[in-house]
């Protein structure tokens, strides 16, 4: 039997009250999908695809329309307690009382949690997220990035075997992005199965080892980051050659081939494995007469754009 997935959500529908009563937003039209135990998941999508409103809906802070959602096999509406337990969530915004310490922020979570003294993890953390030094320091003296360090140690004051967050990244410089990168790593090494969303392609690319895309609160995307990759590897050559075609073109290299009317021919092909030229040179010895010739080039920007249909 396969592993039972960390999360899963089915046909999750939000759809905002609006304010003078009337039809509101959807924000979440019909989302499904597992993530896996174990790995880096992401959910990339464009500002306002509904990222938040899922990952709040996870949190408990927004109450769904429709749909169901498991925390590590636990119903967030029938086992909302154990499924609170098993997740930690660093949100988008930070939201801090300016005269806590990091030291009693992680304390006061731990006894939020009914987490006993002795059980309590709040200097290892601290160490974890490298704000050991600052323990006694007030919340409202740290630095951006070290707020969002102790965000997230605080969503570990539990233990969850789940850690999502929120669009970590979003308006952080590159020093600070490194190290939520190495941060985030070091856990997943040690077994957390993390949750990241981005509207960042390339930060998807690096950390995550699948990724969901969603937009306009729906995915359109839900594959292992290898082969959204290798989606955009491919290359297409689009050639018009100067009678009628009486039968497609075919090569063991070519990954597609589409006519384009009666003397067009599109063929898709992996550019690790041909060139444009060993393109034209196959279709030529198959004894075609090559007239025009168009290329076109996919990098995984255009696989977003061209899935998103932006
Ligand atoms: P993302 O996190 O992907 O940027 P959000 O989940 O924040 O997207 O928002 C999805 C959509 O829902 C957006 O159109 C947003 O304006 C709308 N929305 C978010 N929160 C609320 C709210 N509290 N009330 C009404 N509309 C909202
Ligand atoms: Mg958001």
Redesign the pocket.
């Known amino acids: 039997m396969s592993t039972p997935p960390a999360i899963r959500i089915e046909n999750l529908v939000k759809r905002?009250?609006a304010p003078d009563g009337g039809e509101?937003?959807l924000?979440l039209n019909g989302v499904s999908f597992d993530v896996p135990q174990g790995g880096i998941f992401g959910l990339l999508?464009?500002?306002?695809?509904?990222?938040?409103?899922?990952i709040?809906i996870l949190a408990g802070l927004?109450t769904k329309t429709a749909g169901s959602a498991e925390i590590w096999g636990f119903d967030i509406d029938e086992q909302r307690r154990n499924a609170k337990r098993a997740i930690g969530i660093v949100p988008?915004e930070i939201v801090f009382d300016p005269f806590f310490t990091p030291y009693e922020v992680l304390e006061n979570q731990a006894g939020f949690y009914g987490i006993a003294k002795h059980l309590r993890r709040s200097e290892e953390l601290l160490e974890a997220v490298r704000l050991a030094d600052k323990r006694d320091a007030y919340a409202r003296t740290l630095s951006g990035g070290m707020k969002r360090r102790l965000l997230v140690a605080k969503a570990m004051v539990h233990t969850p075997p789940i850690l999502v967050l929120?669009?970590p990244t979003a308006g952080v410089d590159v020093e600070l992005r490194r190290q939520l990168w190495e941060l985030v790593t070091a856990l997943n090494d040690d077994g957390v199965t993390v949750v990241l969303?981005t509207?960042y392609l390339e930060e998807a690319e690096q950390l995550c080892d699948r990724i969901a895309i969603?937009n306009h609160?729906e995915c359109i995307a839900n594959k292992p980051t290898r082969e959204l990759v290798d989606m955009a590897r491919e290359k297409i050559v689009a050639v018009t050659v100067d009678s009628d075609l009486a039968t497609i073109p075919q090569h063991d290299a070519f990954t597609k081939v589409e006519m384009a009317g009666e003397r067009g021919v599109e063929v898709t092909y992996n550019k690790d494995q041909l060139t444009a030229g060993q393109v034209l040179a196959i279709l030529q010895e198959q004894g075609l007469t090559v007239q025009d010739v168009t290329t076109r080039e996919a990098d995984l920007e255009d696989v977003f754009v061209q899935l998103t249909g932006g």
């Open positions: 905002y009250a509101g937003k924000a999508g464009p500002n306002g695809a509904g990222k938040s409103t899922l709040n927004v988008q929120d669009e969303t509207h969603i609160g």
